[in-house]
């Protein structure tokens, strides 16, 4: 079976991390935070209320991506958080982790993410910004290997429906 490496993707508040956590553990991997890859000025942006470019992106994604790379290298395959919200952003996250990588999307509505991301009080990320990581958001398309799940059902049907689609 082929190494498994995992990006659990979505906009800020989605619960990519309260997915991916346990996927990891599941699936007996390395887990990694996206946001552990930020910048300290990438950091400060955001907190400020503002929006990161695709210039301040860069760097962020493919440290991400080498990670990927290196965990595919390895042999023991690893689950990432990223918000991944534009197809370039992925296939610069592609193009870095030199092979498969297999994206599960987080979707849920903007109220419910909304509500959790102003129940949170551990994160940078301001409520302000929700609308425009919508804005940026490009879903997976048909020929990116992948899964798009709602968030509804809570994490661990999640977990259990990303382990089904995760199979061959």
């Known amino acids: 079976m082929a190494v498994t490496t995992v990006v659990v993707m979505g ?21 990694a935070e996206a946001d552990d890859f930020h910048s300290p000025a990438n950091i400060a942006k955001m907190s400020a209320g503002t929006p990161l470019t695709d210039e301040d992106r860069e760097p962020w994604l493919e440290a991400i991506g080498r990670w990927l790379r290196e965990r595919r290298e390895s042999g023991e395959g690893g ?46 990320m301001p409520p302000s910004l929700l609308r425009s990581q919508l804005a940026t958001l490009e879903p997976l398309g048909e020929d990116e290997t992948g899964l798009s799940l709602d968030v509804s059902p809570g994490p661990e049907q999640l977990v259990a429906e990303a382990v089904r689609g995760l199979r061959p």
């Open 79 to 124: 689950v990432v958080t990223c918000s991944a919200l534009k197809r370039s952003y992925r296939d610069l996250l592609r193009a870095e982790a030199d092979g498969e990588v297999f994206f599960l999307h987080l979707t849920g509505s903007s109220e419910l993410v909304g509500e959790r991301i102003e129940r949170r009080t551990d994160h940078f």
């Open 11 to 31: 906009v800020s508040g989605v619960g990519k991390t309260t997915v991916a956590r346990p996927l990891a553990e599941r699936l007996g991997v390395p887990f």
